[in-house]
């Protein structure tokens, strides 16, 4: 089992930044891939950004792409998601999520990841 706590969430305005942070405990040995997921009211739990832990390999949601950036610290077992040019499209609360397989297939489904953050709120006003 893994612990993810969720930091860094916020209101921002438009075409601002905002990075979000997420610790990992537990069985952090195990885990493959991390990704960041957003969830909007009345919305499905859509993908946003994934990282392979080893090797670093990076992948992102159209809807993102050039404007986030997801890293990780593999010493403090934390991945970040660097947020510019925030829309207000982008307000949702967003989840940390691991996989604790060796899976190098599929990144983008929630039933890919085993361990969920609690879920850190961004707010991006016009």
């Known amino acids: 089992q893994v612990q993810l706590v969720e930091s860094g969430g916020g209101l921002v305005q438009a075409g601002g930044s905002l990075r979000l942070s997420c610790v990992a405990s537990?069985?952090?040995?195990?885990?493959?891939?991390m990704a960041w997921f957003r969830q909007a009211p009345g919305k499905e739990r859509e993908f946003v950004a994934a990282i392979r832990w080893n090797g670093g390999n990076t992948y992102y949601a159209d809807s993102v792409k050039g404007r986030f950036t997801i890293s990780r610290d593999n010493a403090v077992n934390t991945v970040y998601l660097q947020m510019n040019s925030l829309k207000p499209e982008d307000t949702a609360v967003h989840y940390c999520a691991a996989d604790l397989t060796a899976n190098s297939g599929t990144y983008y489904r929630t039933s890919d990841y085993h361990g969920w953050g609690q879920g850190t709120q961004v707010t991006v006003s016009s």
């Open positions: 537990g069985r952090t040995y195990s885990i493959g891939t």
